[in-house]
C-alpha cells in the first residue's frame, strides 16, 4: 500500500470512528435519560464505595488492540535486566515521569506542601463521574499551587492477572495512551486524561472499547497537542509504553488502603466522605481535601 493511500486508509477509519462515537454520545444521552441500567450500576457502586468490577460482563472490544500482553508482562516483570520480549525491545517508561521505572506520575510545583493522590481505572464508570464532578477542582487545586497531584492506575477492570491477562484490555491500553500523552506533556496527559472520562467518550464498562488503538488515536484529536501528533500515534499502535502500564499497575495492586476505584489521599491518609467513599461532588472533596490541606 502507498503511503498516500495509507493515510486516505487512516482518514477513512477516523472518518467511521467519529461516526461511531456521534452515535455512542447519543445513545448514552438517551441511555442517561431513560435510567437504564448502566447508570444504576454506577450510581450504586459510588454508594456502596467500590470500584465497578464486572469483567464477565465485558464483551470484547480489542480487535484493533496491537499489544502483546503477556509479552509486555514479561518485560514489566524485570525492567532493569528485560532485554526485551516479542515486539517490545526495551523496557521505556515516558518522560515527565519520575521514581524506580518511571512509576510515578506527579503533576504540580514539587515543593508543594501537599499531595493528592488519585486512584483510577481508565475503564471505572464511578471514575468517570468522580473526573466530571470534581476533576477540574482538582486541576486548578494544582495550578494554584495547594498541592501536587499524583496518578495511579489499576487495570482490574480487564482482569489483570496472569491467567486472564488477555481476556480484556481497555484499561490497559488507554493507560499506555496515557503514557504516549504523558511522553508529549504533562498538560497533554491531563486534557487527554480528562476527554477519556468525559460523558460522551467514556464507553459502558461492559464494553471494552478502549481496547481498540484507532478508538483512542482518534479520541486524540480533540487535544491540541495529540492532533496529527505522529509521536503519539506511533507509541500508542506499537504499544511502546504498555509494560510501563502493567508496571503502573502493579504499583495499584501493592498499594495500601485502596480496595476499589476512585480512591484519594491527602498526605498519604486515605479520605471519605460521610458515607465512606471518595469525596464525589465539589463541597464533599472541599470538606475532606480542600479544608484539610496543610498551610
Given at each position: 500500500?502507498?503511503?498516500?493511500?495509507?493515510?486516505?486508509?487512516?482518514r477513512?477509519?477516523?472518518e467511521?470512528l467519529?461516526i461511531?462515537?456521534?452515535?455512542q454520545a447519543?445513545?448514552?444521552?438517551?441511555r442517561?435519560?431513560?435510567?437504564?441500567?448502566?447508570?444504576?450500576?454506577?450510581?450504586?457502586?459510588?454508594?456502596?464505595?467500590?470500584?465497578v468490577?464486572?469483567?464477565?460482563?465485558?464483551?470484547?472490544?480489542g480487535?484493533?488492540?496491537?499489544s502483546?500482553?503477556?509479552?509486555?508482562?514479561?518485560?514489566a516483570?524485570?525492567?532493569?535486566?528485560?532485554?526485551?520480549?516479542?515486539?517490545?525491545k526495551?523496557y521505556?517508561?515516558?518522560a515527565?515521569?519520575?521514581?524506580?521505572?518511571?512509576?510515578?506520575?506527579?503533576i504540580?510545583?514539587?515543593?508543594?506542601k501537599?499531595?493528592?493522590?488519585?486512584?483510577?481505572d481508565?475503564r471505572c464508570?464511578?471514575?468517570?463521574?468522580?473526573?466530571?464532578?470534581?476533576?477540574?477542582?482538582?486541576m486548578?487545586?494544582?495550578?494554584?499551587g495547594?498541592?501536587?497531584a499524583?496518578?495511579?492506575?489499576?487495570?482490574?477492570?480487564?482482569?489483570?492477572?496472569?491467567?486472564?491477562?488477555?481476556?480484556?484490555s481497555?484499561?490497559?491500553?488507554?493507560?499506555?495512551?496515557?503514557?504516549?500523552a504523558?511522553?508529549?506533556?504533562?498538560?497533554?496527559?491531563l486534557?487527554?486524561?480528562?476527554?477519556?472520562?468525559?460523558?460522551?467518550v467514556?464507553?459502558?464498562?461492559r464494553?471494552?472499547?478502549?481496547?481498540?488503538?484507532?478508538?483512542?488515536?482518534?479520541?486524540?484529536?480533540?487535544?491540541k497537542?495529540?492532533?496529527?501528533?505522529d509521536q503519539?500515534?506511533?507509541a500508542v499502535?506499537?504499544?511502546?509504553?504498555d509494560?510501563?502500564?502493567?508496571?503502573?499497575s502493579?504499583k495499584?495492586?501493592?498499594?495500601?488502603?485502596?480496595?476499589?476505584?476512585?480512591?484519594?489521599k491527602?498526605?498519604?491518609?486515605?479520605?471519605t466522605?460521610?458515607?465512606?467513599?471518595?469525596?464525589?461532588?465539589?463541597?464533599?472533596?472541599?470538606?475532606?481535601?480542600q479544608?484539610?490541606?496543610?498551610?
Amino acid at each position: 500500500m502507498s503511503k498516500r493511500n495509507s493515510q486516505e486508509a487512516k482518514r477513512a477509519a477516523r472518518e467511521r470512528l467519529r461516526i461511531e462515537r456521534e452515535q455512542q454520545a447519543k445513545k448514552e444521552r438517551m441511555r442517561r435519560q431513560l435510567g437504564v441500567a448502566g447508570a444504576v450500576v454506577a450510581v450504586l457502586a459510588i454508594a456502596a464505595g467500590i470500584g465497578v468490577a464486572i469483567t464477565n460482563m465485558t464483551t470484547s472490544g480489542g480487535e484493533g488492540d496491537n499489544s502483546d500482553w503477556s509479552a509486555a508482562s514479561t518485560v514489566a516483570g524485570d525492567p532493569k535486566e528485560s532485554k526485551g520480549e516479542g515486539d517490545y525491545k526495551k523496557y521505556v517508561a515516558p518522560a515527565n515521569t519520575q521514581g524506580e521505572n518511571g512509576t510515578d506520575i506527579i503533576i504540580g510545583d514539587e515543593d508543594a506542601k501537599n499531595t493528592v493522590t488519585l486512584y483510577e481505572d481508565m475503564r471505572c464508570p464511578v471514575c468517570a463521574v468522580f473526573e466530571q464532578s470534581v476533576g477540574d477542582i482538582v486541576m486548578k487545586d494544582v495550578e494554584d499551587g495547594n498541592y501536587k497531584a499524583e496518578f495511579v492506575f489499576g487495570t482490574f477492570l480487564d482482569g489483570d492477572t496472569a491467567d486472564k491477562l488477555g481476556n480484556s484490555s481497555g484499561s490497559k491500553n488507554a493507560l499506555s495512551a496515557l503514557g504516549a500523552a504523558l511522553d508529549v506533556s504533562p498538560e497533554a496527559f491531563l486534557e487527554y486524561k480528562k476527554l477519556l472520562y468525559s460523558a460522551d467518550v467514556h464507553p459502558d464498562e461492559r464494553v471494552d472499547e478502549f481496547a481498540d488503538d484507532e478508538k483512542l488515536i482518534e479520541i486524540a484529536q480533540d487535544v491540541k497537542e495529540l492532533k496529527d501528533n505522529d509521536q503519539f500515534e506511533k507509541a500508542v499502535t506499537n504499544g511502546t509504553f504498555d509494560p510501563w502500564a502493567l508496571k503502573i499497575s502493579d504499583k495499584f495492586r501493592a498499594a495500601e488502603d485502596v480496595q476499589g476505584t476512585p480512591t484519594v489521599k491527602l498526605n498519604g491518609e486515605k479520605v471519605t466522605n460521610e458515607r465512606g467513599t471518595a469525596p464525589m461532588t465539589p463541597p464533599e472533596y472541599k470538606s475532606v481535601v480542600q479544608d484539610k490541606l496543610e498551610k
